[in-house]
């Protein structure tokens, strides 16, 4: 994975110093630079972001509620693990956010959202074409929230963010080794699925091509897994 990136302290473009905490530290546990279960030195990144502890800790406040880092009773901060036990849970979940967000994207979409989609889905396309899993898990992610932003409801689309992210920590551990960026990929021709029944307001037509989406990524992981606790039995 990527090294950390030492930051200039003069860079500010991002916004306050809050801002530039919680955008590097986004990146680093998503991109699993953080590993899952890893203690948050404050103090070292205090160092190496050049700024005081106060927007260190509002970053982290920002973190936990996204449900990034677990803020422990002795004040330490660790990177939220991934909870493997109710992975079933999360899987129905997640589903669950596919389909409605989609449904409501057929129903309330302008030609705005429409044109917003399709460059989500070209910036995804050329992820894969290039065989850039960690840009085409990341591309994935902004593709369906795209989608979902489209469908008017908020509550969701936070929601469905916050699953999403943690898919694409789990994708990572797993997909990332064995990915093929076989053309025309399978993700590829069922995003431009999706685009078309979106496109063309059939709700019912989205809420089965999300659900066999989800499913196929759903099924994806559970054999990574599985394949892993095969070789790795002890773990």
Excluded: W
Excluded at 150 to 160: D, E, H, I, R, W
Aim: some cysteine.
């Amino acid at each position: 994975m990527t090294e950390q990136a030492e930051i200039d302290p003069t860079d500010r473009k991002r916004g306050s110093g809050a801002r530039l905490v919680y955008d590097t530290l986004r990146d680093e546990i998503l991109n699993l630079i953080l590993a899952p279960g890893e203690i948050i030195d404050e103090a070292a990144l205090a160092d190496r972001l050049s700024m005081s502890r106060t927007p260190i800790r509002e970053a982290l406040v920002r973190l936990a509620a996204d449900g990034l880092v677990s803020m422990l009773p002795n004040r330490s901060t660790i990177v939220a693990p991934i909870d493997f036990l109710n992975l079933p849970q999360f899987f129905d979940a997640l589903t669950l956010m596919y389909r409605v967000t989609t449904r409501l994207a057929a129903a309330n979409h302008s030609p705005a959202d429409l044109e917003a989609i399709h460059a989500r889905q070209v910036v995804f396309s050329k992820a894969v074409a290039a065989g850039d899993s960690m840009a085409m898990i990341a591309a994935n992610r902004e593709f369906h929230l795209t989608i979902a932003e489209a469908g008017g409801n908020a509550y969701y689309t936070q929601l469905f963010a916050r699953l999403l992210d943690e898919g694409r920590r789990i994708l990572l551990l797993y997909y990332y080794p064995s990915f093929e960026s076989r053309l025309p990929h399978p993700y590829i021709l069922e995003h431009e699925a999706i685009i078309a029944a979106v496109t063309a307001r059939n709700i019912e037509e989205c809420d089965h091509l999300a659900r066999d989406h989800a499913d196929q990524i759903v099924a994806q992981i559970q054999a990574f897994i599985a394949q892993d606790r095969r070789q790795h039995p002890t773990l």
